[in-house]
């Protein structure tokens, strides 16, 4: 992020920002005028919701953003989890997807890496509705 952003938040929504939580009591908005890694509570995941191992993914690298006491643990674990899919998939669109978000996470890119986790979400549910022959079901490798 470069240059000024400005966030809105509602009464009661947090906002995280180098590993800081924000709550807004009221209504605000706060105007970011330096780069800083930040995530909306609605990007955030919680433990419950990681059912998938892409989503698995997401909370690892959600951890990296969130924790700076956690980054280099979270990303050793996204590297192990993205390998044991490339080992568990042989469908192209999510072999793509999970070495574009190594990349990401390679270049040290891990708020990117985290939007097109989010983005490959569609993929991994499109193959756990009607996974194909050679694929393992999503589920199976959770």
Same mark, same amino acid.
């Given at each position: 992020?470069?240059?000024?952003?400005?966030?809105?938040?509602? /009464?009661?929504?947090?906002?995280?920002? +180098?590993?800081?939580?924000?709550?807004?009591?009221?209504?605000?908005?706060?105007?970011?005028?330096?780069?800083?890694?930040?995530?909306?509570?609605?990007?955030?995941?919680?433990?419950?919701?990681?059912?998938?191992? @892409?989503?698995?993914?997401?909370?690892?690298?959600?951890?990296?953003?969130?924790?700076?006491?956690?980054?280099?643990?979270?990303?050793?674990?996204?590297?192990?989890?993205? /390998?044991?899919?490339?080992?568990?998939?042989?469908?192209?669109?999510?072999?793509?997807? @999970?070495?574009?978000?190594?990349?990401?996470?390679?270049?040290?890119?891990? @708020?990117?890496?985290?939007?097109?986790?989010?983005? /490959?979400? /569609?993929?991994?549910?499109?193959?756990?509705?009607?996974?194909?022959?050679?694929?393992? +079901?999503?589920?199976?490798?959770?």
């Amino acid at each position: 992020m470069s240059g000024n952003l400005r966030i809105s938040l509602r /009464a009661g929504e947090r906002l995280f920002i +180098n590993g800081a939580v924000i709550k807004a009591d009221r209504k605000v908005s706060l105007e970011l005028l330096n780069d800083v890694v930040f995530l909306l509570e609605q990007h955030v995941m919680k433990p419950e919701e990681t059912t998938t191992p @892409l989503r698995q993914l997401y909370f690892m690298v959600q951890m990296m953003l969130m924790d700076p006491s956690l980054h280099l643990k979270a990303k050793e674990m996204a590297f192990a989890s993205i /390998a044991e899919q490339l080992a568990a998939f042989s469908e192209p669109n999510i072999r793509q997807a @999970l070495g574009e978000i190594k990349k990401l996470l390679e270049d040290d890119r891990p @708020l990117e890496a985290l939007k097109r986790v989010r983005a /490959a979400f /569609a993929i991994e549910e499109a193959l756990v509705a009607a996974p194909s022959a050679g694929d393992l +079901n999503a589920k199976e490798v959770a």
